[in-house]
């Protein structure tokens, strides 16, 4: 809890009570209207007419717009001066060039124009694609990142230190979700460290005295010097990002891996995933676990010497008659096939590792 | 007698790394080291406390030397520290990230992305990072830094306390008998400070709570293109009157505007520990601020901390603290407390520590 006001007695103020009442009469204000309606994007459009295009974000329609309107080039100079005689002299060379900066100009134009037409193109088709994903929704998105943290399971902790506890560099864990994975380490001594892109379950393993941050993995993997972590541990974001973006994410931590330095997949297994998941988030979620063969076979293609593969304990399990029961024979084999297709390990942990 | 000397890109008479830099020097001594202080360059009034960074001798054989270098910007000095025999240390400051202003200034994005450069390069040969916060410090790690620290900036609030400019605090004090709050911002006008997401708050504010309040932006420009959009927002939405974008000020007239101010509201995308909020707690003033980079370190729940900066919600979290009197007077006594983590005495103390164990 983050308290204040313990110093001079006034009594302990909880802040984070404070910021949910603030949220509450925010979203209270704005279902009653109390804000006039477009008054923020009203307030954005106006700033962004007095920016350059980059620095608008993402809001691809205005810097597209703002390209347009620096598209055409004017060979119309101003003249205005407040010495006198000089806006003649202006003028008469404005008209003696024109001839020349025209030619240019129009060439310029037109290649800016085809330029932006081609960007409002690309837009248009993108923003199509956007539309047929979940994901592209911010208020679906926000329900996909506002899922709790899963809870690390104890057989990862026990795995991921008694890999990482020869390493020789900082040991990066990503998600770092409740914290618990980071604890261990560093109560075994391990120099660990998380991130994990969820402000509130951040705060809550800061709190807790953990050297946890907001961060997202792939940005902070860029900025990584090359080779020099202990160890890096990937769980959770493997399950949730795309398979592409996937695999970035291991090359970027691979590029990071000190010299015999351990990565660790540690991943609900795809049928288990699709079983626990509640709906709405598997339904939203831009990506989907991928099986540990998958990862065996990546790793293995980034340069990685696969060690082992670790599947985590069953998710259910059908009780076999006692050999020599009636028709045992057959239940208990019917029963093993079932388990094949219906059951099987609710996880797994790919460790691979650099070589020295 | 063992030496630590310091290399700085710029020194300046008022800003908050020069008086670090003076009061790690006046730490040094007093633990009997030899400290001197180089410079790329110095402003003319402090110039007499610095030297060239070129004259630095060569360090004598069998001589313990260290240079400690004070990095926030891109600069020679980190190319020519690089080449120089002795141990190297670094003061991590924080380096803007570029993008904030390669829409704006593509001269200054260009240096800060030199500084970046800079800042992985020294990595190898830096044997101590000290950062002055966890959020610096993390980049540190991020950079390739084996072994760092965090002490707290060296600065002597003392220095806060300025003689207030009296006819200023009249002209405010005037002000504020005709009715509205006032909102209060310190720091560099510049993209990452985000002074046109406080705008857009506070011009929600007054739509939605307070038609007569004011806000004070207080600071020097880092980009001509950012200021001039700032102005033009300003006038265009209609808030000529209640904005004052105030530029530098002296600081009488910077004591005034904190005596003066209801709150102090700061929206910006990056800080890498931000001196101005220690003033506010100084000067008793409640805080609201986005929780970017080390502003939440730096509060540590001495402030208001939002995770969105939604016009709307910093407008409703200010009239929140502004209405709600136990909420302010918690605020304000969390700050003062707060304050205390970084006296001089104990940042000083901390790096005496460090410099001690280096030297053991």
Known sequence: MTDVGRADGLGALDLRRVLVEIDEEVARRRAAGEIPPGLEHELDATFARFSPAASTGSDSTSIIAAAERTAFVDVDVPTASAMPGVPVVKKALRKGMAWYLRYLAQQTSAFNAAAVRALRSNDERLTALEHASPA???????????????????????????????????????????????????????DAYGIDPRRTAANRALADGLDVRVADVADHLGGVADGVLGAVVLREVVERLPAAAALAVAEAAVRALAPGGALLVASASPAAWARGIDPVAADLSPGRPLASATWVEALGRLGLEVEAVHQGPVEADLEDLEPGTPGAGAVNANNALLRDALFGPVSYTVVARRAR | ????????????????????????????????????????????????????????????????????????????????????????????????????????????GAELTEARRQLGELAPAIELGIADSAFNETELVAAGYRRTTVVPILLDTDTF????????????????????SDWLFVGRVAPHKAQHDLIKSFATYRRVHDPL?????????????????????????????????????????????????????????????????????????????????????????????????????????????????????????????????????????????VVSELLA
């Open chain 2, 1 to 108: 007698m063992a030496s630590i000397h310091q290399l700085v890109p710029s020194f300046g008479a008022r800003d908050a790394i020069g008086s670090h830099t003076l009061q790690v020097q006046r730490v040094l001594r007093g633990l009997g080291l030899d400290s001197q202080i180089y410079a790329g360059d110095a402003h003319r009034e402090v110039r007499r406390a610095v030297q060239p960074y070129q004259e630095l001798a060569a360090p004598r054989p069998g001589e313990q030397t260290w240079l400690l270098y004070q990095c926030s910007t891109g600069s020679p000095v980190a190319d020519w520290l690089l080449a120089r025999p002795e141990r190297k240390l670094s003061n991590y400051h924080n380096i803007t990230p570029a993008p904030f202003f390669e829409p704006w200034e593509p001269h200054v």
């Open chain 1, 136 to 190: 592209a929704s911010p208020h679906l998105r926000a329900a996909v990142e506002g899922r709790s943290p899963t809870p690390t399971s104890a057989d990862l902790v026990e795995l991921a230190v008694a890999t990482c506890s020869d390493a020789t560099g900082r040991v990066l864990v990503a998600d770092a979700g409740d914290g618990a994975l980071v604890r261990a380490l560093a109560g075994a001594g391990v």
């Open chain 2, 213 to 353: 309040a004011r806000l004070h932006i207080i600071g020097g420009s880092s980009s001509h293109a950012y200021w001039t959009a700032l102005e033009r927002f300003v006038a265009a939405v209609g808030l000529g009157e209640a904005v004052d974008l105030a530029g530098s000020v002296t600081p009488g007239v910077l004591a005034a505007r904190y005596r003066n101010a209801d709150v102090f509201v700061c929206v910006s995308d990056h800080e890498g520990f931000c001196v101005p909020l220690l003033e506010a707690m100084h000067h008793g003033v409640p805080i609201v601020a986005f929780g970017a980079a080390a502003v939440p370190e730096t509060l540590a729940g001495a402030g208001l901390v939002l995770d969105d900066k939604s016009p709307l919600t910093v407008a409703t979290a200010v009239d929140r603290v502004l209405t709600d009197d136990v909420l302010r007077a918690q605020l304000v006594a969390a700050g003062h407390h707060r304050l205390g983590d970084f006296s001089l005495a104990h940042a000083s103390a901390r790096l005496t520590d």
């Open chain 2, 161 to 180: 306390d300025h003689d207030v400019d009296h006819a200023e605090l009249d002209r405010l004090r005037a002000q504020k008998e005709r009715g509205g």
